[in-house]
């Protein structure tokens, strides 16, 4: 994928100006910074305002970035108020005059006024964390103008090495140097203020105070609710050229309301840094920054393990996979309808129509006139003909779901399957009754490094809670997941082959695809999984029966502790109280370079029980892929056997031939 020309979004804080460094690391060119900042009152900017977007603190140091980074800087003042205040955001539609605006919207003549002076810009950075608040709301411009949004630093400190501190842990690496300039929170005081936030010792307080207050993994200990902010000043070379120096008598004071406590900047310069660093040092010095790695541990194992049993394979235990001959499959060409007291499911939507966008269109606009709402559809699965109507169905299809969070998906082609003049079969499930408006949705549009990002009308994952007894609702949701295809998050193309054979290869992008299933059952705090399919294509190099028997055998690995991580589980039980069992507050001893460190990987899904895996080959799957896993899960907050009592899943592998 070639490099992207990049404008940064910077707030002056130590993510904007770290996910910067990300984008160089990962090919791309930052062109040009932009920052929104106070509006004129009485003639001066109020030197911090209350918006739930934007950092304001420290706005009058905001020009000097253009000096000391060495790109042309655009700013304008923040408009309007958070009027939508949801987690999601809703694009306000042209015909809407919605009065006052959303301050999310000052973004957009920001952006367009960058692009007319630069109009090779096809990308914006930010440095959203675990923001759903923030990120949704810069997806939602980029995506208006045509832009492909990089969110390096999501879900980082969920990702390898799992520590709470991972993020200041890199950027004291490469010497960021950002400087707390706010604090917000009643575990920190004044004594916090202008201390460098990636300091070994501000970082173990930052710990102990957020530890009082917040829980594991929340983001507090690198302020990503606002327990403070910061103000970065220096960083390395390959982007800073000069640093940014404030005199302490310049440094002021203010305590506001509830505790909050900020320092107003009365003046500032930039100082030059040695220039006699050579182009080979700075190549060097960009090199520490540490990139998380593809693979989370357990996803690694697996990897591993495949690798020391791959010559066994095709022996003993996995001869007795159950393989189905090809048969013919009888589409029906009639809709079909199955209500439940919260579920509508409609199958074998197909229409008439000249080619598959029509079909795709007429099916859309009979679903929204005779039976439900877009906006009530969680799930839908797509049927093609032929894999290149995909861009034109995909258009068609997208255009009805306008509100945030659309279903997620799964979208295959079957070739001669469909009925002759079918070109595209639509099935549904639908919301009806108390839970059409509970359904809630994972919709992540930038690229990071945690999964890939969307590409297309569709959410990785819609969570809708189940009906208990009497109609209430129960604690428990049923999480369908949008299905999965094995893209390197951070470039969203696939894993090269390099040295691997054709079925290592398929190997190792069957384990990269159901990791990303893995991790988006885990941020929706999916405890099992009723089953799933693995979709394979059918143009490879690998023999299906090869396919079918890697994607089964990751499948029961996934299910399966190593050795090592038993052996490490005993050793640990020892270390661990009561309270640590009920609270997940352990420390992490297992990762070099972070030992006491409080460790974030999240709770796995239940993998005691092998749900049913299912293997079917298909025409093709989007952009070509070789393999799709697509499941659906079952999140709650209690124990699967306090709700259901011992469940019991019989093992089914299979495959069909089409």
């Not at 609702?473 to 054979?501: K, N």
């Amino acid at each position: 994928m070639p490099g992207l020309k990049v404008v940064a979004l910077i707030s002056g804080g130590k993510d904007s100006f770290f996910s910067i460094l990300h984008c160089l690391a990962n090919g791309h060119e930052v062109v040009a910074l932009a920052n929104l900042h106070p509006s004129l009152e009485d003639g001066q900017r109020p030197e911090d305002v209350d918006s739930f977007m934007y950092q304001t603190v420290g706005h009058s140091i905001i020009p000097l970035y253009e000096k000391a980074l060495g790109l042309p800087l655009y700013r304008q003042n923040i408009s309007g108020s958070a009027a939508d205040s949801n987690k999601s955001y809703t694009t306000p539609r042209a015909s809407e005059n919605t009065e006052p605006a959303d301050e999310t919207e000052s973004l957009l003549p920001l952006l367009r006024r960058v692009m007319a002076a630069h109009p090779d810009v096809n990308a914006v950075s930010t440095g959203a964390i675990l923001s759903d608040y923030q990120r949704t709301r810069v997806e939602s411009i980029a995506i208006r103008l045509g832009l492909t949004a990089l969110s390096y630093l999501w879900q980082y400190p969920f990702l390898p090495p799992y520590s709470e501190t991972s993020l200041l842990d890199d950027m004291a690496a490469v010497g960021q140097d950002a400087r707390i300039i706010k604090v917000a929170s009643g575990g920190l005081d004044g004594s916090f203020l202008w201390q460098n936030v990636a300091d070994a010792r501000i970082k173990g307080r930052l710990v102990k105070a957020m530890q009082r207050f917040g829980t594991i993994g929340d983001g507090a200990t690198v302020g990503e609710g606002g327990e403070f902010e910061t103000l970065a000043i220096d960083g390395p070379w390959s982007l800073w050229k000069y640093s940014i120096q404030v005199r302490q008598e310049d440094q002021f004071v203010v305590r506001g309301d509830a505790g909050v406590i900020s320092l107003k900047l009365k003046s500032a310069c930039v100082d030059e840094k040695d220039h006699l660093i050579t182009s080979d040092a700075t190549a060097a010095l960009l090199e520490r920054l540490r990139m998380p790695p593809l693979l989370d541990d357990k996803f690694l194992d697996i990897q591993s393990r495949m690798t020391m049993d791959h010559a066994t394979l095709n022996k003993d235990e996995d001869d007795h996979t159950p393989i189905l001959p090809s048969v013919p499959i009888e589409f029906k060409s009639t809709w079909t309808t199955k209500t439940t007291d919260d579920l509508v499911i409609l199958s074998n939507c197909i229409s008439t129509g000249s080619n598959a966008a029509d079909q795709m269109r007429n099916t859309m606009k009979r679903i929204a006139d005779n039976y439900f709402v877009p906006s009530s559809i969680a799930f839908t699965t797509i049927l093609l003909r032929n894999m290149e109507d995909f861009a034109g169905v995909n258009a068609a299809y997208g255009a009805v779901f306008t509100a945030p969070n659309p279903p997620s998906r799964v979208t295959i082609a079957c070739g001669n399957l469909l009925p002759e003049g079918v070109d595209v079969s639509l099935s549904v499930v639908a919301l009806h009754g108390p839970t059409e408006k509970t359904k809630q949705g994972l919709h992540v549009q930038s690229q990071s490094y945690w999964a890939p990002a969307n590409i297309g009308p569709y959410s990785q994952a819609i969570s809708v809670p189940t009906q208990g007894t009497g109609g209430s609702t129960s604690s428990a949701s049923m999480v369908y997941i949008a299905g999965q295809i094995p893209l390197v998050p951070r470039l969203m193309d696939f894993p090269e082959r390099g040295a691997s054979s054709a079925e290592e290869h398929f190997g190792i992008q069957a384990i990269l695809s159901l990791q990303h299933l893995w991790r988006i059952g885990q941020i929706t705090n999916v405890k099992l999984w009723l089953g799933t399919v693995a979709f394979v294509a059918k143009e490879s190099d690998v023999s299906a029966i090869a396919r079918v028997r890697t994607a089964v055998r990751i499948w029961k690995l996934a299910h399966t502790p190593s050795s090592e991580a038993d052996s490490d589980d005993e050793e640990s039980d020892d270390e661990l109280d009561v309270w640590d069992r009920t609270h997940g507050h352990y420390q992490s001893h297992s990762h070099s370079g972070t030992s006491g460190c409080i460790e974030t990987k999240r709770p796995d899904v239940q993998t005691s029980l092998e749900p049913p895996c299912f293997v079917a080959e298909v025409e093709e799957l989007p952009r070509s892929a070789p393999i799709e896993w697509a499941s659906i899960g079952l999140a709650t907050s209690s124990s699967i056997y306090d709700m259901h009592g011992e469940i019991s899943v019989n093992r089914v592998q299979c495959v069909c031939l089409c």
